[in-house]
Nanobody, 121 residues
Framework: QVQLVESGGGLVQPGGSLRLSCAAS????????MGWFRQAPGKQRELVAA???????NYADSVKGRFTISRVNAQNTVYLQMSGLKPEDTAVYYC???????????????WGQGTQVTVSS
């Protein structure tokens, strides 16, 4: 059974840093694009950053220059290094996999359970 498990969230002061991790477990042949989304209270879920299987990256304008997404394909893991955190970055952060290829077929638009990031003094 495939799962996406996030870790690394927590409470941090403005200007601080956090590193989120998302590991895909189970029998997996390959994963297409992976990304991080976030949802703040009362707001819609939004894309934060995404990375293709070949390393092409895309960022929301609000996090460009502060966040860095990376992945290790051999470990089916994606990371989000966040620095210069602001109170408006406070949200639940979700890991997403565009398509996961398994022995039994493809899983589309697969989500993790989310991890809370709170930026506050």
């Amino acid at each position: 059974q495939v799962q996406l498990v996030e870790s690394g969230g927590g409470l941090v002061q403005p200007g601080g840093s956090l590193r989120l991790s998302c590991a895909a477990s189970g029998t997996i042949f390959s994963i297409n694009a992976m990304g991080w989304f976030r949802q703040a209270p009362g707001k819609q879920r939004e894309l934060v950053a995404a990375i293709s299987s070949t390393g092409y990256t895309n960022y929301a304008d609000s996090v460009k220059g502060r966040f860095t997404i990376s992945r290790v394909n051999a470990q089916n893991t994606v990371y989000l290094q966040m620095s210069g955190l602001k109170p408006e970055d406070t949200a639940v952060y979700y890991c997403n996999a565009d398509k996961i290829l398994t022995p039994t077929g493809g899983l589309n638009d697969f989500w993790g359970q989310g991890t809370q990031v709170t930026v506050s003094s």
